[in-house]
């Protein structure tokens, strides 16, 4: 038999068989404001994560990593839970946040300053069908090193948008880093696997960071069909990695539509504190309101989100939105 040949049947037996809840997951995640139309505040977002087999299912591979860290964090509240999954994620994340007008290329003072932020994120999940419980570390730099500049000109070239520029006048260097916890709780659950399916579930997380301390919480209401132990849809973005573990239903096929309202509380903003003659001044209370779908088809998962949060700046009580999509494959 050639190496064609067989590689050609693998690929055939892995598309044919479901993924399993204890696999390890890449997951490619896409903010930006061009989906909405707008280009104004948080304007771009890309996040590439890994999720790990989960500790339950080897002593091999990726699974040890995550055992390693189960047993190493073993006295944080929901971790080690002889009844719980437990997966290590790692994430790099690049994020950008522009004025609303970008053809300028003076200083707009009466705006947010141009900023880019790149960072490095490991968390480590424990959940269940009826909770998830996630605590993790990042570390990240802002500034001219983020490749953000880059990175957004890229998008809006081969996008056809307007050329920005006014990032020769993005916040200096600095490198930022902090903690992060998250919680999901189901409250509701109506309907059976293979039947027409309702949950309502409620999300909270607290961000500790140099860049951004924050603490939020939600409610989700999604509808679906052979829907997956993880309750959480991708209404976090690329903020968090709460939706992946558990994500792949075991069935071949599923789907699901999803409403999510929150309200988040922004304890300290970097852009803020190194705003300098940036009139910009952080809104401590963000309302959030996000729909979206999932679909999933043997290993691969696609969700699309849209999201809107009222104004993000103090003096303008203007709402800004922005969409996601999210590409997920079981590995």
Known sequence: MSSRVLLA???LFLALVPASANSGQLNLAWDNDLFTGSDRGYTNGVRLSYL?????ASDEGSAQLART?????????GIADANNNHAMSVSLRQLMVTPENISSDEPQFNDIPYAGHLSLSSTLWSWNADSITGYGAHIGVVGPESGAEAS?????KITGSERPRGWDNQLGTDVVGGLQAAHGRKLMQLGQNGDLEHQLSIVGSTLLSSFRTTA???LIWRMGKQLPMNFVPDYAGTSSTIALPGAFSTSRSSWSVFLGIGLEYVAYSYLEDNAGQYRFRENPFLGQVGIGGAW?????QTV??????TGEEDRNKDNFSFGTLSLSWAL
């Open 52 to 56: 790990t087999s989960t500790a339950e």
């Open 9 to 11: 049947r693998i690929s």
């Open 216 to 218: 939020k919480t939600g």
């Open 152 to 156: 957004q000109k890229w998008v809006h």
């Open 296 to 300: 999933q088809r043997d290993r691969f």
């Open 69 to 77: 860290a189960r047993e190493g964090l073993s006295f944080l509240p």
């Open 304 to 309: 699309f989100v849209l999201r809107a949060t």
